[in-house]
């Protein structure tokens, strides 16, 4: 019985800097570079969660494929849920927008596109890179990549 005392402290020891850090965390940045519909949605179902249900900063930065879910003319695939319902990851992103999210392009996105930002969807914005690499660095914000 001892011993499993001794074994839960140091697992409690170690675990609760951690959660203790987590809950200290202003917020998540999202890099998404994919195409792929299904991998966009679970940034936007991740990122969701960050801003709805913790109350958390996110902030979304789209680059490469991902890009094109920024333009007013593009139409993302549907993906199913696990309910059977569908989502769109297009549609899902500017619910985060709504919500609060702060979402932005790469700034080589754009010009490679052969667009300018006025084929953005509204409210979203061409990044900086210092202010990009700024937020990145933050240690108050995780990144996770998409």
């Given at each position: 019985m001892k011993h499993y005392f001794a074994k839960a402290f140091i697992v409690a020891a170690c675990v609760a800097p951690s959660l203790m850090s987590a809950a200290e965390l202003k917020g998540l940045n999202v890099l998404m570079t994919s195409a792929d519909a299904q991998t966009q949605m679970m940034g936007m179902v991740l990122g969701g969660s960050v801003?709805?249900?913790?109350?958390?900063?996110l902030n979304i930065t789209l680059?490469?494929?991902a890009g094109n879910l920024a333009l007013k003319e593009f139409k993302a695939a549907d993906v199913k849920r696990p309910d059977g319902s569908v989502a769109n990851p297009k549609m899902a992103l500017q619910g985060l927008m709504k919500a609060g999210a702060v979402v932005n392009v790469c700034p080589l996105f754009?010009?490679?596109?052969?667009?300018?930002?006025a084929a953005l969807v509204e409210g979203i914005t061409v990044a900086k890179p210092p202010m990009v690499a700024k937020g990145l660095t933050d240690g108050d914000f995780n990144n996770i990549s998409f």
């Open positions: 801003l709805n249900d913790q109350k958390k900063v680059c490469g494929p754009l010009p490679n596109a052969g667009k300018d930002s």
